[in-house]
C-alpha cells in the first residue's frame, strides 16, 4: 500500500493509521462481538502486548469476511440501540460518525471498520503522514495529498469500487497507535514557506502563503525537481512569464529559483519534491 503525507485545508475528516489503543471494541460493541465470534473475541480481549498484533488481524480479518446479511443485521442493531443512549454513551461509540457513515453507505462493513481505527478531525494546516500498509479513509473535507510511487490502491469498504478483502487484511501492520502520533510539524523555510518533511526520502510538500502586493518573492531552488500547485489568488512569474491563479500547476526543474509577484489577493501554493 502507498504512502502518503495529506494536509487539511479546512476541516478534514477521516479514519485512519492505526488501531484505536483507547477502545477494545469487541468489548464495548456487543454487535462487533457477535459478528467475529466469540472464540476470536474473547482471545482478543485477553491478549497482551507480545500476541495483541496477531489477536488483531484475527479480529479484524474475522470482521471483513463476514456475509453481508450478519453484517446488515447487526449494524441495523447497533444503530438502533444507540439510538436510546444518552450524549455521553453515544460519544463513547462514535455515534454521530457511525450514523453517518451508515446513511451514506448503508449495511457496509465500513461503518463497524470505525471502532479499530482512530478518528481525526484535522484543523487547518495540519498534517498527518501515512506509512506503507496502513489503513485509511477519507470521510469528509478538503486536503492537499502528496503520494509516492504505487502500484495498487487496495478498498474494503465505504466505497462502490472493487473491494479486494482477502489483499487488505493479508498486507495490514495492525499497529496500536494514538492519533495524535501521526500528526507531524513543518519546519520554517523562510518568512512565507513551511515544509513537511515525513521520515522517508520519497517526497516532501512546501506549503507557501505570499501575502498580497508583495514587489518579489524568490521562491527557494529545490535540488531536485518539482510540483508547483497555486490553490488560491493570483500572481506572476517574471523568470517564467506565467500568470499564476487557481489550479495553476508547474513542473520546475531541479536548482530552479523562481521569482514571483503578487497582486491584490495573497498567493497560496503547494510544492512538492523529493525530500533529499
Do not use: W
Not at 47 to 71: G, H, R, Y
Not at 135 to 164: F, I, Q, W
Not at 213 to 222: E, V
Amino acid at each position: 500500500m502507498d504512502q502518503v503525507i495529506r494536509q487539511s485545508l479546512g476541516r478534514h475528516e477521516r479514519i485512519n493509521c492505526s488501531t484505536n489503543i483507547k477502545m477494545n471494541p469487541v468489548k464495548n460493541i456487543p454487535e462487533l462481538r457477535v459478528i467475529v465470534g466469540e472464540e476470536v473475541a474473547s482471545k482478543f480481549v485477553s491478549s497482551d502486548e507480545a500476541n495483541q498484533q496477531s489477536a488483531l488481524k484475527q479480529c479484524f480479518q474475522a470482521l471483513m469476511t463476514a456475509s453481508k446479511p450478519v453484517i446488515e443485521s447487526n449494524l441495523i442493531a447497533l444503530v438502533t440501540r444507540i439510538a436510546s443512549l444518552d450524549e455521553s454513551g453515544r460519544a463513547e461509540v462514535l455515534a454521530p460518525l457511525l450514523c453517518r457513515l451508515h446513511s451514506q453507505f448503508p449495511g457496509d462493513v465500513g461503518c463497524f471498520a470505525i471502532y479499530f481505527l482512530n478518528f481525526l478531525a484535522l484543523k487547518p494546516g495540519e498534517a498527518l503522514y501515512l506509512g506503507p500498509n496502513e489503513p485509511h479513509a477519507y470521510l469528509a473535507g478538503d486536503c492537499v495529498e502528496c503520494m509516492a510511487c504505487s502500484d495498487n490502491v487496495v478498498r474494503a469498504g465505504l466505497t462502490p469500487k472493487y473491494k479486494d478483502v482477502d489483499t487488505l487484511c493479508n498486507m495490514l501492520n495492525y499497529t496500536f497507535e494514538s492519533a495524535n502520533s501521526k500528526l507531524f510539524a513543518p519546519t520554517r523555510d523562510d518568512q512565507f514557506t513551511v515544509v513537511f518533511r515525513p521520515p522517508v526520502p520519497d517526497f516532501a510538500v512546501a506549503d507557501i502563503n505570499i501575502p498580497p502586493s508583495s514587489p518579489q518573492f524568490l521562491l527557494r531552488p529545490r535540488d531536485t525537481a518539482s510540483i508547483l500547485l497555486v490553490l488560491d489568488g493570483e500572481g506572476s512569474t517574471d523568470s517564467l512569464g506565467i500568470y499564476l491563479n487557481h489550479g495553476t500547476v508547474l513542473f520546475l526543474p531541479a536548482g530552479l529559483q523562481l521569482n514571483v509577484t503578487t497582486s491584490d489577493h495573497a498567493l497560496h501554493m503547494f510544492q512538492a519534491f523529493a525530500n533529499v
